[in-house]
């Protein structure tokens, strides 16, 4: 049997059951399904995003571009990131089923246009032909962000705490292995080159209509059968945490064998490219694609059949009065305002009834009926003053619904700020973070875009091009999955920090991303054969996938779930924008064209051959990462009070405890 509901009737039937609720509900649905869905088209993002390195050289040769042409192409694609708020938001006003189907239905034809313009399918004049790719690339990016926006904002508004990080971070795994995967079963069907040049490199340029299928088949098909309908944060409430440790090793085992074929796939190319057996290239070999597809896909769709995690009696009486929310507003929006303040108001008899327990014996536990329905009405108050008390969704442990507001005669409750993007941009933290991510984004996208390039001017084997393509993604998407886990556990850690507490605040890995950001440039700038420049891209994979699930969960922890679509994209986006437009785009490119123009070895006047190509592009991104520690400290002081955690209790200040109190 499928496990993805709760079946609340067969539970005890306590004082802290549901039996305490007079409604009408028998079964809560889990989150599994929606895990299902998002975490299938979480690696469809990645696997065009990145991968231009792929065939950006096939681009080059078949529509005689040069290289400051073929820059722009590339930046152009991540420059639309600047625009990226804009699915987030869609994705917060309409929910992240409609925005996973039609972002990956609208992918996919852009893909396809793509081919069709970089095979000269549909002929386009040399002069319109860089516009035209640019346009189509900003189109891909768009529409891969309505999909990213979706599927953070469903894990962060389904997933409680301690599930919450390891989620993230496997998401953040299949989007970062999303490239090596592609490239592998492409690889695996592409075949070896024919005798004709031009044949041979529209066989490189097949890979996107490779990706345009898989948009469609794991991204909009699993989104519109799976996800809720609806937006904002009332879609995803009343819905049970279900995800166990046994969900993510499974989860975990398979990004491990995916990466195992990636890499074991990349490094058979190196040997047979150094004894020469390689010839015109692999065979097509479709059990390797195959094997690709089942390591990538089967863990995910087993998620609903393993059993689901068993509440607590305190966690039924949440979806108890989380279903009577529900019912009540008939799947309606939340529609509170983005204050932060919370509410004060004459104490509710609700009140005086937990603060003066009844004569006859009975706890305030016992009335929860009562209890939601009197929190429920208070929400709906709250909703007409234009004030916000707190969200609906409930705080970070498994989704409990939202405290009373604050009244005269009770302590008021932790309340965490729901931000939109203008108020979340007024906080100097937002804005240390936009550096922070800017250029530790900028520091990976070097790579990613240029590795093509790098291999050619350091005289190396080719096939290392796409040999360390695969291996930063592997490096990234182990990375990606590591710190979301090793974060959640951390803020459990005994580890003294600011303000008296203990626990590692999740801020604090942006410094050592930022310092192995800075070593792995630091390498590729002394790099003069394989196996240095390998080490650099493996190690610059590793800090660049460590910024993307603290991105996610910095995000939502510092400034709310209810916008975190727009909040997330904007920095997904924007920072990757940025970092990309002035690293990867004018810093790499002044750099290699000016030493075309000195000379050197340069065959011709387009490709730059020598150590000197990329060496200061390193020595400047490496002291840029450098500079990200000073920031990504002062985030971690200004968040110290949402980090702290209290030593006996070992929850997070800030955020509201299992018993409703104010850690």
């Known amino acids: 049997m499928v496990a993805t509901d709760f079946d609340m009737s067969n539970r005890k039937n306590d004082s802290n059951t549901v039996a305490d609720c007079d409604i009408p509900v028998h079964t809560f649905p889990t989150n599994l399904p929606l895990l299902t869905a998002v975490l299938m088209a979480a690696g469809t993002t990645g696997g065009t995003t990145y991968a231009f390195g792929l065939f950006g050289a096939a681009l080059k040769a078949n529509l005689h571009l040069q290289q400051s042409e073929l820059d722009t192409i590339s930046a152009a694609t991540f420059c639309a990131g600047l625009l990226s708020w804009a699915p987030g938001m869609f994705v917060d006003r309409f929910g992240a089923r409609l925005a996973i189907t039609i972002g990956g239905l609208s992918g996919a034809c852009s893909l396809l246009l793509y081919w069709a313009v970089a095979t000269e399918r549909f002929p386009v004049s040399r002069e319109w032909a860089v516009a035209a790719l640019s346009a189509l690339g900003v189109w891909v990016y768009v529409s891969s962000a309505a999909v990213t926006g979706s599927v953070f904002k469903v894990i962060v508004g389904t997933c409680g705490g301690g599930t919450k990080g390891s989620a993230v971070g496997a998401a953040k795994g299949y989007v970062g292995l999303g490239t090596g995967a592609y490239a592998t079963i492409f690889a695996a069907l592409r075949g070896p080159d024919g005798p004709d040049r031009k044949s041979n490199l529209n066989k490189d340029l097949n890979f996107l209509p490779m990706c345009a299928f898989f948009a469609v088949a794991v991204a909009s098909l699993p989104a519109a059968c799976l996800l809720p309908r609806g ?198 933290s937002a804005w240390a973070m936009f550096f922070t991510f800017s250029v530790l984004g900028g520091s990976g996208t070097i790579m990613t875009n240029n590795v093509g390039q790098m291999v050619e001017a350091l005289g190396l084997p080719p096939s290392t091009a796409s040999a360390a393509l695969a291996l930063f993604s592997v490096a990234q ?137 990329f060496r200061l592009s390193h020595i400047i991104v490496s002291l840029l990462a450098l500079s990200c520690v000073v920031p990504s400290v002062a985030v971690m002081y200004n968040t110290r009070h949402i980090y702290q955690r209290d030593d006996a209790k070992r929850e997070p200040v800030g955020i509201q405890t299992s018993n409703g109190t104010c850690a």
Request: aromatic share 6%.
């Open 231 to 428: 937006g904002g944060l009332g879609a995803l409430s009343g819905r049970v945490d279900g995800a166990t440790p046994c969900h993510f090793r499974v989860l975990f085992t398979g990004l491990f064998g995916l990466g195992a074929v990636v890499v074991g796939r990349s490094l058979l190319e190196l040997r047979q490219e150094d004894s020469g057996s390689g010839g015109d290239g692999p065979d097509r070999n479709i059990w390797v694609a195959a094997l690709v597809v089942l390591l990538w896909f089967g863990p995910i769709m087993t998620l609903p059949c393993i059993p689901p995690a068993v509440a607590t009696a305190n966690d039924q009486r949440e979806d108890c009065e989380e279903g009577v929310s529900l019912l009540l507003r008939n799947g309606e929006d939340d529609g509170v305002s983005d204050s932060a303040m919370a509410v004060e108001r004459p104490t509710t008899e609700a009140d005086q009834t937990s603060e003066n327990p009844p004569d006859d014996g009975s706890t305030p536990q016992s009335t929860a009926a009562v209890a939601a329905n009197v929190s429920i009405h208070q929400r709906m108050e709250e909703e007409d003053t234009g004030l916000l008390a707190s969200d609906d969704d409930g705080d970070d442990e498994g989704g409990a619904p939202a405290a009373p507001a604050a009244t005269k005669h009770s302590t008021p409750p932790c309340v965490l700020p729901q931000l939109n993007l203008r108020q979340m941009l007024s906080q100097t």
């Open 477 to 613: 998407a182990g990375s990606r999955v590591a710190t979301g886990a090793v974060s959640e556990a951390a803020a459990s850690w005994d580890v003294r920090c600011w303000g008296g507490g203990t626990g590692v605040p999740r801020p604090a890995f942006l410094v050592a991303a930022s310092l192995a950001a800075a070593a792995s440039h630091a390498l590729l700038a002394m790099a003069t054969g394989r196996v240095i420049f390998i080490v650099g891209v493996v190690l610059s994979g590793a800090a660049f996938g460590m910024i993307w699930p603290l991105m996610v969960l910095i995000t939502e922890e510092c400034f709310g779930k209810k916008h975190h679509g727009a909040n997330y994209m904007f920095y997904d986006g924007s920072a990757s924008a940025v970092g990309t437009l002035l690293l990867s785009k004018f810093l790499a490119q002044w750099v290699y064209e000016g030493h075309i123009q000195e000379g050197g070895d340069s065959e011709n006047d387009t490709t730059c051959v020598g150590e000197e190509c």
